[in-house]
Nanobody, 117 residues
Framework: QVQLVESGGGLVQAGESLRLSCAPSVRTFSLGVMGWHRQAPGKQRELVAD???????NYADSVKGRFTITRDNSKNTVYLQMNSLKSEDTAVYYC???????????WGQGTQVTVSS
């Protein structure tokens, strides 16, 4: 069974940077839209950014200009470069990947990002 594996989370100070990575646990078919969501304590999960296989990106207003999403289609890997981190970016970050021509998708187990002010 395919699982998405995230890495790169951690504890940083406000203004610093982190880079998240996400890849399938096993070799699989080409994935569709891939993205990052986050969930802070007491809040609903929200979309941070996503990217199509053709490289079209979409960002939440709260991260525009600070976060950059990229992907490597040959590896089915998606990255999230997070700069100028703020305390309000503190959350568990989840990777998501759509299965093409399907209503199903894969999720990662989540990686904690904590930004201290």
């Amino acid at each position: 069974q395919v699982q998405l594996v995230e890495s790169g989370g951690g504890l940083v100070q406000a203004g610093e940077s982190l880079r998240l990575s996400c890849a399938p646990s096993v070799r699989t078919f080409s994935l569709g839209v891939m993205g990052w969501h986050r969930q802070a304590p007491g809040k609903q999960r929200e979309l941070v950014a996503d990217i199509t296989s053709g490289g079209i990106t979409n960002y939440a207003d709260s991260v525009k200009g600070r976060f950059t999403i990229t992907r490597d289609n040959s590896k089915n890997t998606v990255y999230l470069q997070m700069n100028s981190l703020k305390s309000e970016d503190t959350a568990v970050y989840y990777c998501n990947a759509k299965i093409p021509s399907s209503r199903f998708d894969f999720w990662g187990q989540g990686t904690q990002v904590t930004v201290s002010s």
